[in-house]
């Protein structure tokens, strides 16, 4: 079962066939309306199931999105207004969204719960966030770099602030698709050595360092994130470890000079980055963020055994 829960499911010749497809597909429909649908429709009839336990923007509406214009349609669960609020198994769920739906995707906190359901589940299931790992946010990110006339390999990408889900996306596809990564922590969060080490295993660069000015140097790529998740203690403590990691214009300047600025939203203006760097056109967030659908698109055809 073609599962995607972390990026090495599909390994690094398959995301970058996903990545062309979404080229593709976003080139083809350049103009038409959102909701209209690919003129091949290659999921008609096919129905996504959707699981929230965690608040979603962008993941919500790009799986909603990139499923009407592959022709299919999603049904849409949280656990406030559903069993799972009321103790029903993940396994349970699994087994019947099985039958009800052709894919699942599931945004959860503890990574245990997506692999859970990927083992009792009959159909594909697909990580829309868990707190180890967030791989189709970094399929949309690659879209984005690509779009702005940068190959991957060899590309330096620079992070700065906490070790987190998303770093380790970008740590597993630095290995997958041979680009290098300076990370800029603090003391005390820094990223799972175990993400460290499949990097470095697939022969990326990584840089661990408290120093922002040595992350940023030459980079091509300038990426953070917020600070502070849904759920977590001890904020105060953590924003001031933080603070000298603030992406603003001196850090982007030591940066290449055609070097560009990404972050996965929401953003907290002033706490990892600042207004100037936010609204530059170094940054690309926006088309970052429209990239989810596109990214979502081909992960869900590959899924689907379509691509």
């Known amino acids: 079962m073609p599962h995607f829960l972390d990026l090495s499911d599909a390994g690094g010749d398959v995301i970058a066939a996903m990545l062309n497809d979404a080229q593709d597909r976003k080139a083809a429909r350049a103009d038409w309306p959102k909701g209209q649908v690919d003129a091949d429709a290659p999921l008609a009839g096919h129905v ?3 699981v929230f336990e965690k608040s979603s923007t962008r ?13 299919g349609s999603v049904l849409i669960l949280d656990s406030g207004t559903s069993q799972l609020g009321r103790g029903e198994s993940v ?27 990927a083992h009792y589940a009959s159909v594909p299931v697909i990580n829309g966030l868990t707190d180890r790992s967030h791989p189709c946010q970094i399929v949309a990110d690659l879209l984005t ?40 922590t603090p003391s005390g969060f820094e990223p799972d050595p175990e ?39 001890n904020v105060e403590n953590k924003l001031g470890a933080m603070a000298p990691y603030r992406v ?30 936010f609204e530059s056109s170094k940054s690309v967030v926006f088309d970052e963020a429209e990239n989810r659908i596109h990214a979502q698109k081909s992960i869900l055809l590959w899924s689907l055994g379509k691509l």
């Not at 799986?63 to 022709?71: E, H, K, P, S």
């Not at 661990?208 to 140097?217: C, F, G, I, P, Y």
């Not at 940066?255 to 203006?269: E, G, N, Q, T, W």
């Open 48 to 50: 996504l199931a959707m």
């Open 59 to 71: 993941t919500r509406a790009s799986f909603d999105i990139a499923m009407r214009q592959l022709g």
């Open 91 to 117: 396994a349970d769920t699994a087994r019947v969204l099985s039958r009800m739906a052709d894919a699942i995707m599931l945004r959860t906190d503890d990574h245990a719960k997506v692999e859970e359901m």
């Open 145 to 184: 770099i690509i779009e702005q006339g940068k190959a991957l390999p060899g590309l330096e990408v620079a992070w700065f602030g906490d070790g987190n889900n998303v770093l380790h996306s970008v740590l597993e596809a630095s290995g997958l698709m041979k680009f290098n990564v300076r990370v800029a």
């Open 195 to 233: 993400f460290v080490a499949m990097a470095r295993a697939g022969g990326a660069n990584v840089t661990l360092t408290q120093d922002a000015a040595e992350a940023a140097s030459g980079a091509d790529i300038v990426v953070t994130d917020t600070w502070v998740s849904m759920g977590q203690a």
């Open 248 to 277: 603003d214009e001196a850090l982007m300047a030591l940066a290449k000079p055609s070097a560009r600025f990404l972050h996965c939203l929401p953003a907290h203006i002033g706490d990892e980055v600042t207004q100037e760097v």
